[in-house]
């Protein structure tokens, strides 16, 4: 059906940037939403940023002003641009995509994004 693969984790210093992609594959015919989230072990899967289906962008507080959410539509392509990173930002961060036919979630494998002091 669809297939979601994700890259551009790593390591880096407080303080830097990274740059996460997102791209799917399959059957599509459109994008009803997409985005990130991100979950420390133990703990539940938070939202980070998404494209929502009613055309809007919802960024977490805490990445306010910090991250920024990108799209290539004609690519089926997510992209989270994270700058001023923090030691907190540490997680696996998790893509997902909503699109049609199928509308309903499929998610990536997880990238380990992990910010040092």
């Known amino acids: 059906q669809v297939q979601v693969v994700e890259s551009g984790g790593g390591l880096v210093q407080a303080g830097g940037s990274l740059r996460l992609s997102c791209a799917a594959s399959?059957?599509?015919?459109?994008?009803?939403?997409m985005g990130w989230y991100r979950q420390a072990p133990g703990k539940q899967r938070d939202l980070v940023a998404t494209?929502?289906?009613?055309?809007?962008?919802v960024y977490a507080d805490s990445v306010k002003g910090r991250f920024t959410l990108s799209r290539d539509d004609a690519k089926n392509t997510v992209f989270l641009q994270m700058n001023s990173l923090k030691p907190e930002d540490t997680d696996v961060y998790y893509c997902?995509?909503?699109?049609?036919?199928?509308?309903?979630?499929?998610w990536g494998q997880g990238t380990q994004v992990t910010v040092s002091s």
């Open positions: 997902y995509v909503n699109p049609a036919p199928w509308n309903r979630n499929y």
């Open positions: 399959g059957t599509i015919f459109s994008i009803n939403a």
């Open positions: 494209f929502t289906s009613g055309g809007r962008t």
